[in-house]
């Protein structure tokens, strides 16, 4: 359901980008929250029930109004405000309290609080409620008044062509989630039948690694970031790429531990260099666009990774991380040319 819902998601996101402009994209996202709260509902009167079919088809459509927003949001911000730090804010804070959410719902399920067993229908209960004070707070946006345009000069693939940096951008994002998604693909599986967790104890560690992961991307953006973005690259990628390849080479379940240790913990660091000095030199008239364009990318990256990191699942642990490493060895020499194109740009 969760890969049926991903590829029907980015049919949806395809849509959205094209036949809903900017100007109004607060009330396409308030509608498509609304209609996820509806559906949440119907999820809540399906439970126990047993009527499989309504409930796998209610889950598609949730995960799949769930993929626009994340996609939308940023364009839409982009109307209040746009730079590199804002965009870095938007991912934390979409990190921080997804976590939160897993870690509060990991925690409650199952217990009796204040005599009421907390089960599957209280957690949808409780995400209902943080929907309806999502929509609230949607339709309280004001935006910018955005100009109609008449027609866009380019298409949004013309757009991305002429530009060398976008093109790089968009190659080295899908090149860098090919080599996270290999080495990671497969988190509980790894750390459950390879490192020997326990479920209970596997779970606790990614929703604590998690958590500190979205402290140290809050720290970085504001007291971490180095002035020197190869500094920036090296850290969040060369320092991950050493860790893969001794862990490959030393084939010891302790460093292949702290290997994904640091590259978890650093994932959300570094989002403003990494990612958003890219995306904001979008045009605003492209950007919904051009978010789109992204998330196909990344998500047909992400399933490549996924089937690799299958492949070699099956081979041997180490070899999940060596075929990473191969792939991150393009994805940083792609990185630092982008930081060589955009120098150059700028002395022009």
């Not at 890969?3 to 100007?23: D, E, H, M, P, R």
């Not at 996609?71 to 730090?85: M, N």
């Not at 409780?126 to 008449?150: C, D, T």
């Not at 403003?272 to 364009?293: E, H, K, M, P, T």
Request: overall charge positive; glycine content about 8%; proline content about 1%.
């Amino acid at each position: 359901m969760i890969s049926l819902g991903t590829f029907a998601s980015v049919i949806g996101i395809a849509f959205i980008g094209k036949y809903v402009k900017l100007n109004k994209l607060k009330n396409a996202l308030t509608i498509i929250l609304i209609i996820k709260f509806i559906n949440m509902l119907a999820l809540y009167h399906l439970n126990g029930t047993g009527q499989i079919e309504w409930i796998n088809l209610m889950i598609v459509i949730d995960i799949i109004m769930e993929y626009i927003v994340i996609t939308s949001i940023y364009p839409l911000i982009t109307t209040l405000v746009k730079s590199d730090t804002i965009y870095s804010k938007r991912k934390l804070t979409e990190y921080l309290f997804r976590d939160i959410g897993i870690l509060f719902g990991g925690i409650l399920i199952g217990k009796s609080v204040v005599g009421i067993l907390v089960n599957y229908n209280i957690c949808l209960i409780i995400s209902n409620i943080f929907l309806v004070i999502s929509i609230m707070a949607m339709m309280n946006i004001k935006i910018n008044p955005i100009e109609e345009k008449q027609k866009r000069k380019d298409s949004i693939l013309r757009y991305i062509l002429t530009s060398k940096i976008l093109l790089f951008y968009l190659l080295d994002m899908f090149v860098g989630t090919i080599a996270m998604a290999t080495g990671l693909g497969l988190k509980m599986l790894t750390l459950t039948n390879y490192l020997s967790f326990s479920d209970n104890t596997a779970t606790s560690y990614l929703l604590l690694v998690g958590l500190l992961a979205d402290g140290i991307g809050i720290l970085a953006l504001k007291y971490l970031t180095p002035k020197n973005d190869y500094l920036t690259i090296t850290i969040k990628f060369g320092i991950r790429f050493v860790g893969y390849v001794i862990a490959f080479w030393s084939n010891s379940m302790v460093i292949t531990l702290l290997a994904i240790t640091w590259s978890l913990l650093i994932s959300t660091a570094y989002e403003n260099i990494c990612d958003g000095v890219y995306i904001n030199r979008v045009a605003d008239d492209y950007q919904l666009s051009f978010a789109n364009i992204r998330y196909i990318i990344k998500f047909f990256g992400e399933a490549i990774g996924i089937f690799f990191c299958g492949i070699m699942y099956e081979i041997g642990l180490k070899y999940m991380f060596g075929l990473s490493a191969l792939f991150m060895i393009f994805q940083i020499g792609l990185a630092y040319y982008l930081i060589h194109l955009r120098r150059v740009e700028n002395r022009k």
